[in-house]
């Protein structure tokens, strides 16, 4: 019996670290599962927009409870710059671009329309409910800054470019609207 003792402290402590090493990371599984439930965000309605002031092109992701998918796609738009998501996928990705940088850096109120002078590159815009939050980056942001807004950036392109949206779009001007040239139907080469 007194053999047996001097091996029961390390496995004591090697018990201890494994139970240690699964409670923390049960804790950490409960938190996540807790934090993605978007039982946290105050409101469903959620319009996040992304500005390129530089080209002047926007773009946005908004939740089911900000607008309502099947009646926003039956009407023609002068653009199809907005593309629709559950209210579950918008609280997850607006928790995971505030984890990016966005809860870091946002002010409140609105983006500018416009950026003077080129100063202002791009701009995230969160609307969620009645409040409104925004974030610029330009010639003045820090390094740090600059990576920090294009993971988020990074981050709304993929959601948006996998979000489906069926929107018709306005078009006046009929084949010009795609910027092609008449096609001959006999040889397949432009006219």
């Given at each position: 019996?007194?053999?047996?003792?001097?091996?029961?402290?390390?496995?004591?402590?090697?018990?201890?670290?494994?139970?240690?090493?699964?409670?923390?990371?049960?804790?950490?599984?409960?938190?996540?599962?807790c934090a993605s439930s978007g039982a946290?965000?105050?409101?469903?309605?959620?319009?996040?927009?992304?500005?390129?002031?530089?080209?002047?092109?926007?773009?946005?992701?908004?939740?089911?409870?900000?607008?309502?998918?099947?009646?926003?796609?039956?009407?023609?738009?002068?653009?199809?710059?907005?593309?629709?998501?559950?209210?579950?996928?918008?609280?997850?990705?607006?928790?995971?671009?505030?984890?990016?940088?966005?809860?870091?850096?946002?002010?409140?109120?609105?983006?500018?329309?416009?950026?003077?002078?080129?100063?202002?590159?791009?701009?995230?815009?969160?609307?969620?409910?009645p409040e409104t939050s925004h974030w610029?980056?330009?010639?003045?942001?820090?390094?740090?800054?600059?990576?920090?807004?294009?993971?988020?950036?990074?981050?709304?392109?993929?959601?948006?470019?996998?979000?489906?949206?069926?929107?018709?779009?306005?078009?006046?001007?009929?084949?010009?609207?795609?910027?092609?040239?008449?096609?001959?139907?006999?040889?397949?080469?432009?006219?």
């Amino acid at each position: 019996m007194t053999q047996a003792q001097p091996h029961v402290a390390p496995i004591r402590a090697l018990v201890t670290a494994i139970l240690g090493a699964l409670v923390a990371s049960l804790s950490g599984a409960i938190l996540c599962a807790c934090a993605s439930s978007g039982a946290a965000r105050s409101s469903s309605a959620l319009l996040v927009t992304l500005h390129d002031f530089k080209s002047g092109v926007s773009f946005e992701l908004a939740s089911e409870s900000h607008t309502e998918r099947v009646a926003y796609y039956s009407g023609a738009r002068a653009d199809a710059a907005r593309k629709v998501q559950t209210d579950e996928i918008m609280s997850l990705f607006v928790g995971e671009i505030e984890r990016q940088g966005l809860a870091r850096h946002a002010q409140v109120g609105r983006a500018p329309a416009l950026a003077p002078g080129g100063v202002i590159s791009w701009g995230l815009e969160v609307e969620c409910g009645p409040e409104t939050s925004h974030w610029l980056v330009g010639k003045g942001s820090a390094p740090a800054d600059w990576q920090e807004f294009q993971k988020c950036r990074d981050t709304f392109l993929q959601l948006y470019n996998i979000t489906v949206s069926f929107q018709a779009v306005q078009n006046d001007s009929g084949r010009g609207f795609f910027g092609e040239e008449p096609r001959s139907a006999a040889d397949g080469k432009r006219e």
